[in-house]
């Protein structure tokens, strides 16, 4: 079992960059799958960015591409998404998900076992 707890969201303004951290428990972060995903009032939950267990492999959505980078730290139990140039479209509330697995990534929620509790980012224009 893993549990997620997401932190750095905040309100920042138009243009500005924000890194979020998603800490995980447990002693088998290594073997697992990483993903970040947003969801905006009103809308549904939209996948953001992912990475696999090794962090070797990377996918972007493509309105994020260029502009966020998802990164993790196996020795710190730790995944990252390093936003810039961020745009009031980007307002949401981001979090991260696991999936046990071993040398992908996954782009589907319902491939996600577990899930953090989310942090909000708000962009004003």
């Known amino acids: 079992q893993v549990q997620l707890v997401e932190s750095g969201g905040r309100l920042v303004q138009n243009g500005a960059s924000l890194r979020l951290s998603c800490a995980a428990s447990?002693?088998?972060?290594?073997?697992?799958?990483m993903g970040w995903f947003r969801q905006a009032p009103g809308k549904e939950r939209e996948f953001v960015a992912a990475?696999?267990?090794?962090?070797?492999?990377?996918e972007y959505a493509d309105s994020v591409k260029g502009r966020f980078a998802i990164s993790r730290d196996n020795a710190k139990n730790t995944v990252s998404l390093q936003m810039n140039n961020l745009k009031p479209e980007d307002t949401a509330v981001y979090y991260c998900?696991?999936?046990?697995?071993?040398?992908?990534?996954?782009?589907?929620?319902?491939?996600?076992?577990?899930w953090g509790q989310g942090t909000q980012v708000t962009v004003s224009s």
């Open positions: 447990g002693r088998t972060f290594s073997s697992y799958s």
């Open positions: 998900a696991a999936r046990y697995s071993s040398g992908n990534y996954f782009l589907a929620a319902a491939r996600y076992d577990y």
């Open positions: 990475i696999s267990s090794s962090g070797v492999s990377t």
